[in-house]
């Protein structure tokens, strides 16, 4: 079985001829297999895989030149579209539906002759934080599988963690990238809101979204994020910035200043042991000649409030499009009352909580409650990125939690919203902000679940995030198993 470390060690086994992309894609094919009760996989592309490879091995055996991420087998979220295959935000409502287009991040990957292997099972319109809201049904941990992976990205984070791929794409609006990095025990990067193109992303909430990557290694995910990274014509939101070879400057030149909200580690939520372990890596930065100081924070309260009313009013326009006629899936019998159609198709076609957000973001944009929710929430925010422009002022990088306790069981918090929202407490903010972090693999839990650690960093600062993320030691999903 093929055991994936770095993409760089992969092609050095390619080059020396250890390894073929079709003996790799095989053995990810026959594994998928194996492991199909995670359920992490909508689609398994699994012939057109297998013809690739062989068309690489074929190149290579011409001594043809190589893209950069030359037979990479990577899978991608059920969000992010693939011309001719199918997309459906795990939804009913897209039943049926098939790309037109590729994402602008999936060309760059194919322009570099990656391969892709399936698309990724996620919460419904990556809505939720478990993985269970999906219409394939729940993904399973592979580290307890009675545990659910987190979400949205289960499906994403799942395939990197049981080694069912090298690396993934999933998409962090607010936290569904880090978060289930952080159950599975790998990494999961969310870069800058508009570092990668949004262009080929089904939107949940067009001012959070953005695609996000996991691997197993720090250098894998700044690869694939200067290969995704930069200006496209097809998002205005995307940034010309100019994209540096995050991947060839992972080693820190100074030590780093690092800051910390001592409120996030006291916070009554947090688990002790992901707290005391979060503790000693502040020690241990210091020890090593890194700066470690304390910063004040008077929004921790506040911030995941001011998320789910700014994304509910976002989702609530966003999806007003799956009508059954312009978009999505006709579920209606033909009707002439042209409201009671549309009212039928979406019953019908959205699950439980795409249904629940878009009536609270209907609610929290309706006249009478603008001002009070909608308005406020965009005050904190205003707040929040103010906060944020001082903080890294005086510092690089900011840690916090990922999550305030590891993966729980399935059905633990499902009849209660509130606490499943409330454990987005530390992940919201970087969406808020608009600011890069990345959730590293930080220790193990009594119940022998991982946890990470997440670091931040100013906006376009994927550099420094990465480089914070490389001066700590990363353990492999194996070293947990
Ligand atoms: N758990 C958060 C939510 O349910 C984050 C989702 C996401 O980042 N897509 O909204």
Redesign the pocket.
Known sequence: MYHHHSIRQFHQEIESGQLTCTQVVQSYLSRIRELSRLNAFVDVYASEALKKAEALDERHRNGQPKGRLFGVVIGIKDVICYAGHKLTAASGILDGFESLFSATAVERLLEEDAIIIGSLN??E?????SNEHSVYGKVRNALDEERVPG???GGSAVAVQANLCMVSL????????R?PADFCGIIGL?PTYGRISRHGLIA??SS??QIGIFSVHTEDAALLLEIMAGDDAYDSTASSEPVPAYSQMLQAERPLRFTYFPESFDHPSLDPEIRAAGLALIEKLKADGHSVEPSGFDYLDYIVPA??VL?TAEASSNLSRYDGVKFGARKAASSDDLTAFYEENRSKGFGK?VKR?IMLGNFVLSSGYYDAYFTQAQKVRQGIISHTEKIFREADVLLMPTVPAPAFRFGEKSDDPIA??L??LY??YA?LAGIPAISVPMGRHHSGMPFGIQLMTNRFKEDLLLQAASLLTVKTPTEYA
């Open positions: 996620c919460d319109f990556a809505m939720g934080s979400g949205s990205s999933g998409s962090d609006t607010g936290g569904s990238v978060q969310k949940y909430a959070f979204d998320y789910y994304t909580e957000r499943m929202f454990g987005d992940t919201v969406n």
